[in-house]
């Protein structure tokens, strides 16, 4: 199986949160290739904890060589579990990735119903789109379509649930108008190590020495003491996550000419009886 067919077969929707093992000690990164083992060292630490006792944990799924998610009975679970994070404790050095987003595209928007002439975004506008459409939490939107009157939007949900509901309902409600629900693709970025700070392949693959994504050295980036700056990517004076970098230019340009070659197959690019 690929790895990106067992990507789509883990993230099927199900309520979970994910774990990092980048930072946790030999023995809770053996759990990797033990699952069942580190399901019984999750439940058995939740037990413990009055707050979370009921999470019912329903399975362990190693997504990486330094990720695993936990999936859990419910959405309100996951929050529980972000909130009280003793239980982490039973991991030593594991941490909670960031909470996951799930975006949805929004056509024939009216501009001026999500935001002000100035361009700022209308203070009632995430309140009224989640009680019009029945949605948990807004975090985020995007305007897609510049200048237009009306165009495209990205709107971040909170939960899976209710981004799917948007998505089979086709339709959802703009301070009253209709606008048509769609899946938003977003754009690939650079792929870059958060090991060696590489470009083009993960950590979980990566064969290099550590780097420091701050001053270059030979340790993780959140352990840094150094108050010089380096770019561990081109040797440059500058962090490594700075978009002026030559290296992440390249890896844009990778990017742009994969999109390219894509759009250049598509049947509807081809010139007339060429198919």
């Keep these: 199986m690929s790895p990106s067919t067992r990507t789509v077969r883990s993230s099927l929707g199900l309520p979970a949160v994910v774990l990092d093992l980048r930072s946790a000690n030999e023995e809770t990164k053996a759990l990797i290739d033990d699952p069942a083992q580190m399901r019984e060292k999750v439940r058995a630490a939740l037990k413990e904890e009055t707050t979370i006792s009921n999470v019912e944990i329903i399975g362990v799924k190693p997504t990486s060589r330094t990720t695993v ?8 679970s996951v929050a529980h579990l972000r909130r009280a994070t003793q239980w982490l404790g039973s991991l030593p050095g594991a941490t909670l990735q960031g909470e996951q987003w799930f975006p949805v595209k929004l056509n024939d928007v009216k501009k001026e119903s999500v935001y ?11 309140q009224i789109f989640q009680e019009e459409n029945e ?3 807004v975090r985020k939107i995007v305007w897609l379509s510049g200048t237009k009157r009306y165009g495209s939007m990205a709107v971040y949900l909170s939960r899976q649930g209710d981004a799917d509901a948007l998505l089979n309902r086709r339709i959802a409600h703009v301070r009253g108008e209709a606008a048509f629900s769609d899946r938003f693709h977003e754009r690939p970025r650079p792929l870059r190590c958060r090991k060696c700070q590489q470009y083009n392949h993960k950590e979980d693959r990566c064969p290099n020495l550590e780097a420091c994504g701050k ?8 352990q840094c003491t150094s108050d010089a700056v380096k770019c561990a990517a081109c040797k440059g ?5 700075d978009r002026n970098c030559p290296k992440w230019d390249e890896a844009w340009k990778v ?11 598509r049947p509807d690019s081809l010139p007339y009886g060429s198919q």
């Design 215 to 222: 001053c270059a050295g030979h340790h993780r980036t959140e």
């Design 116 to 126: 002000e002439t100035s361009g700022a975004q209308r203070e009632d506008f995430t």
């Design 237 to 241: 004076s500058h962090a490594v996550n």
């Design 255 to 265: 990017i742009r000419r994969r999109e390219q070659v894509m759009v250049a197959r």
């Design 69 to 76: 998610k936990v999936f859990v009975d419910s959405e309100d």
């Design 135 to 137: 949605v948990e939490q």
